[in-house]
């Protein structure tokens, strides 16, 4: 089956034999059973079942069997972010001592995260360009995961992820990949020998902009050594299922990082449109990418353009899409401030994934908080713009942008 027709019938959709094409949301705290030996056996891992929604609930656990299956994940745990998420993973691996090599061009809250675990002793090393010579050269004893996004945002790198999970197997250590501006659409991270998948469903999976989440997605594959990682000792039984049955016994459940019923029911709606989503906005940032780059007073950063130095593998890894994240240089701060408030109908927001496009002013926003020097690494200048580019017409899109630049 090729992508949308595996996306919308892969699955019992309800999870149940009702025949409901969506599950019910189930939104409720707590699940009664009649014998207290019943929910013994439950809370022991030694029956099937469902006890407390921060735990496990039937309407995240459709969410999670859909989203796993789609990444090529032997499972998946949904997250009430993708902050959330990607701080589960990061806490389920790593303890005071280790360290982690992670990429300059991270989203903005992630590069804060990492400031926030130098409290628990934990170092990130950045690297400017996440490539197999440049992670090999950087594993060393105490790395004990590297970290990346797929296509970085805002800056817009893609990282070539079957050579950098070589490097990483070679050494063994984890490869995590924030797939959020990618999404399943373009790429499984797994097939290309990624090990775990973090997404911030709060963006293209939900598409709407109307719910907060997150998921993590497991390939089972790594071999958890011991020695090495000395917190899987109760979990190696799990064989393939080490990682997950650890978070799930773990970090996640105690932080309480669960998603809402309600909201796992809104990312599945928004799930079945997903295909036909990234298609229209993939298909519009590259003719406003190109529409863009025949300006003389903006300068444009699109992966999926002949001049940008990721086309080759946008080509092999991504089947040719760029994206639909699309940043410019205006040429001062105040330019850039003039052209977003001379946007007519795109929206000042901070958000991506919406099917309406956004537009925002990273440097003063999202960034605000980094240094100088770690803005300009994350590819964030004074006069860069963010494009999320939506699924409007794109002779609109093209019109508005036009009028915009044009008083510049
Ligand atoms: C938005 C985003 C996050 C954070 O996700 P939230 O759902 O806002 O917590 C993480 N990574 C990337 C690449 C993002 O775009």
Request: contains cysteine.
């Amino acid at each position: 089956m090729k992508f949308n027709t595996f996306l919308l019938h892969n699955a019992d959709p309800a999870g149940n034999d009702s025949g409901a094409t969506l599950p019910p949301i189930y939104q409720v705290s707590a699940f009664a059973y009649d014998s207290a030996e019943k929910l013994e056996k439950i809370f022991n891992n030694k029956a099937a079942g469902f006890s407390y929604s921060r735990v496990g609930n039937p309407t995240v656990s459709a969410f999670e069997n859909r989203i796993a299956a789609l990444e090529g994940g032997i499972g998946a745990v949904a997250c009430s972010s993708g902050m959330a998420a990607i701080t589960s993973v990061l806490l389920n691996i790593l303890s005071t001592g280790d360290e982690i090599i992670v990429s300059t061009g991270l989203f903005g809250g992630t590069i804060e995260l990492f400031n926030d675990l130098k409290a628990f002793g934990i170092t990130a090393h950045f690297l400017d360009a996440i490539t197999y010579e440049n992670v090999s050269k950087a594993i060393n004893e105490n790395t004990k995961a590297v970290f990346t996004e797929l296509i970085g945002n805002p800056k817009l790198d893609v990282v070539d992820i079957e050579s950098v999970s070589k490097a990483c197997r070679e050494r063994n250590v984890p490869l995590i990949t924030d797939s959020t501006t990618a999404t399943p659409y373009l790429v499984n991270p797994i097939k290309y020998g990624a090990d775990i998948v973090v997404h911030s469903s709060s963006k293209y999976i939900n598409g709407g902009g109307n719910s907060i989440s997150g998921v993590i997605i497991d390939s089972g594959r790594f071999k958890w050594d011991t020695e090495r990682y000395p917190g899987f000792r109760d979990y190696i039984k799990f064989g393939p299922f080490a990682f997950l049955s650890k978070l799930r016994n773990g970090i996640w459940r105690n932080m309480g990082s669960c998603l809402s019923p309600f909201n796992a029911f809104m990312n599945l709606v928004g799930l079945d449109t997903l295909g036909l989503r990234m298609e229209r906005c993939c298909e519009n940032a590259l003719k406003l990418a190109e529409f863009l780059e025949g300006l003389d007073n903006i300068k444009v950063n699109y992966p999926g353009l002949e001049s940008s130095p990721y086309y080759e593998l946008v080509q092999k890894e991504l089947s040719g899409k760029g994206g639909a994240i699309v940043t410019i240089r205006a040429g001062s701060k105040e330019k850039a401030f003039k052209l977003i408030n001379s946007i007519e109908f795109a929206c000042t927001a901070t958000n991506i994934g919406d099917v309406r496009t956004l537009l925002i002013h990273p440097a003063s926003t999202i960034y605000t908080h980094s240094t100088e020097a770690q803005r300009i690494s994350a590819g964030v200048y004074d006069d860069t713009i963010r494009i999320s580019v939506g699924i409007e017409d794109i002779d609109d899109i093209i019109e508005d942008f036009r009028q915009a630049a044009g008083d510049l």
